[in-house]
């Protein structure tokens, strides 16, 4: 790696020499649509734009209070592109965790999600003299302090803005960002948790690192949708290492909506946790009886689970009793997650062994994230 290196690199790289790929789905007006790593780079340096207008410099760090979804990862990239530092906030944090994460990083933007987290930031703002700008990703509701004027979206405001900013600009503020230069601070979860400060050189290295670990997974031509939330540092990472490799990536933003994105999406890969991958199965099961089916189930599930517990040669038995559940069971479970899915990378607590073998006998290969960069 080069002094000279950044993580925003890997963005105009990819435009100018795969431009037409497409980088990213997202969530649009309940429908998804494709975004090409050209456009991906032409809104990050439109946000970068509006980011150098309103006065943001090198060094200063923004937060962001957000659930998964696609401008997360498109303001994680602004923010580097000019030099600035992202401070992920899980977005059910009280007004009193964000308080201490604010006032402890010394950020002096934060992105709001909602109208709920723009009122939590208002809470504790005035305790908050740096706090300069609140930009909120969701525009076209009313501004709850004054109670008649419409909040843009964080996207049209910085867009807007950064038209009087010629890209040459913009182009400086990112080549003059250096490997060992700050990118994000962290805080675990607790109360006053201590913060860890990553520069782009080491999420960098550890970004090759995770593609190094899932060659086969991370490729141009597989497609990923991220469940659960960003502030999560492997998940970020396994974000990062799709932006790398032009992995189609898609961010779940409702819960409520899982099963429909994940229809319509069909990710080869997801990043899950284990109380998600959990509740699928339990589903699946209560479906199972609810239709008369617990002993084909239970068949099923016990022929999945001792498949997948044999990493070598499976006896004929087990062989043939797993063809007959993988022509008549398999496909319907498979058939939740989209039906193109063959690995689920989790994060935070593993999910139990019985149940990673369970899905490893149905199709789904179930690893572990992790990251060396924080304790």
């Given at each position: 790696?080069?002094?000279?290196?950044?993580?925003?690199?890997?963005?105009?790289?990819?435009?100018?020499?795969?431009?037409?790929?497409?980088?990213?789905r997202r969530r649009d007006a309940g429908s998804w649509a494709d975004v090409t790593t050209r456009?991906?780079?032409?809104?990050?340096?439109?946000?970068?734009?509006?980011?150098?207008?309103?006065?943001?410099?090198?060094?200063?760090?923004?937060?962001?209070?957000?659930?998964?979804?696609?401008?997360?990862?498109?303001?994680?990239?602004?923010?580097?592109?000019?030099?600035?530092?992202?401070?992920?906030?899980?977005?059910?944090?009280?007004?009193?965790?964000?308080?201490?994460?604010?006032?402890?990083?010394?950020?002096?933007?934060?992105?709001?999600?909602?109208?709920?987290?723009?009122?939590?930031?208002?809470?504790v703002v005035d305790r908050l003299p740096e706090i300069v700008w609140v930009w909120q990703l969701?525009?076209?509701?009313?501004?709850?302090?004054?109670?008649?004027?419409?909040?843009?979206?964080?996207?049209?405001?910085?867009?807007?803005?950064?038209?009087?900013?010629?890209?040459?600009?913009?182009?400086?503020?990112?080549?003059?960002?250096?490997?060992?230069?700050?990118?994000?601070?962290?805080?675990?979860?607790?109360?006053?948790?201590?913060?860890?400060?990553?520069?782009?050189?080491?999420?960098?290295?550890?970004?090759?690192?995770?593609?190094?670990?899932?060659?086969?997974?991370?490729?141009?031509?597989?497609?990923?949708?991220?469940?659960?939330?960003?502030?999560?540092?492997?998940?970020?990472?396994?974000?990062?290492?799709?932006?790398?490799?032009?992995?189609?990536?898609?961010?779940?933003?409702?819960?409520?909506?899982?099963f429909t994105d994940l229809g319509v999406f069909r990710p080869r890969v997801i990043v899950t946790?284990?109380?998600?991958?959990?509740?699928?199965?339990?589903?699946?099961?209560?479906?199972?009886?609810?239709?008369?089916?617990?002993?084909?189930?239970?068949?099923?599930?016990?022929?999945?689970?001792?498949?997948?517990?044999?990493?070598?040669?499976?006896?004929?038995?087990?062989?043939?009793?797993?063809?007959?559940?993988?022509?008549?069971?398999?496909?319907?479970?498979?058939?939740?997650?989209?039906?193109?899915?063959?690995?689920?990378?989790?994060?935070?607590?593993?999910?139990?062994?019985?149940?990673?073998?369970?899905?490893?006998?149905?199709?789904?290969?179930?690893?572990?994230?992790?990251?060396?960069?924080?304790?």
């Open positions: 790696m080069t002094e000279t290196e950044s993580l925003t690199d890997m963005v105009w790289a990819n435009a100018e020499r795969f431009g037409a790929t497409i980088g990213f456009e991906f780079a032409t809104q990050v340096l439109e946000l970068a734009k509006g980011m150098i207008a309103a006065g943001l410099r090198a060094g200063d760090r923004v937060a962001l209070f957000s659930a998964t979804r696609y401008e997360w990862t498109l303001f994680d990239f602004a923010c580097w592109s000019v030099g600035a530092q992202t401070v992920p906030i899980e977005p059910t944090a009280t007004a009193a965790e964000v308080e201490w994460i604010l006032s402890d990083a010394g950020a002096c933007a934060v992105v709001v999600e909602t109208a709920a987290h723009r009122e939590t930031v208002r809470r969701d525009g076209g509701v009313l501004d709850a302090a004054s109670g008649d004027e419409e909040v843009p979206s964080a996207v049209d405001e910085l867009t807007a803005l950064g038209t009087q900013i010629f890209d040459d600009r913009a182009h400086e503020r990112r080549l003059a960002v250096r490997s060992d230069d700050i990118a994000t601070v962290v805080y675990p979860a607790g109360d006053h948790p201590k913060r860890t400060e990553l520069t782009h050189g080491e999420l960098l290295a550890e970004v090759r690192a995770t593609i190094a670990t899932h060659p086969a997974l991370l490729r141009s031509g597989n497609s990923l949708l991220v469940l659960p939330q960003l502030a999560d540092l492997p998940t970020r990472l396994i974000t990062l290492a799709c932006v790398y490799t032009r992995t189609t990536l898609g961010h779940a933003h409702d819960s409520d909506d899982l946790d284990a109380e998600l991958l959990g509740r699928f199965h339990d589903a699946a099961r209560a479906k199972a009886y609810a239709d008369g089916n617990m002993f084909v189930f239970d068949t099923a599930e016990s022929v999945a689970v001792s498949y997948g517990a044999h990493g070598g040669s499976v006896p004929l038995a087990l062989r043939l009793g797993h063809a007959v559940a993988g022509r008549v069971v398999y496909p319907k479970l498979r058939a939740a997650f989209g039906g193109r899915c063959v690995a689920a990378l989790t994060s935070g607590v593993p999910l139990d062994g019985q149940r990673v073998n369970f899905y490893r006998g149905i199709g789904i290969d179930v690893r572990e994230l992790g990251t060396t960069l924080v304790e």
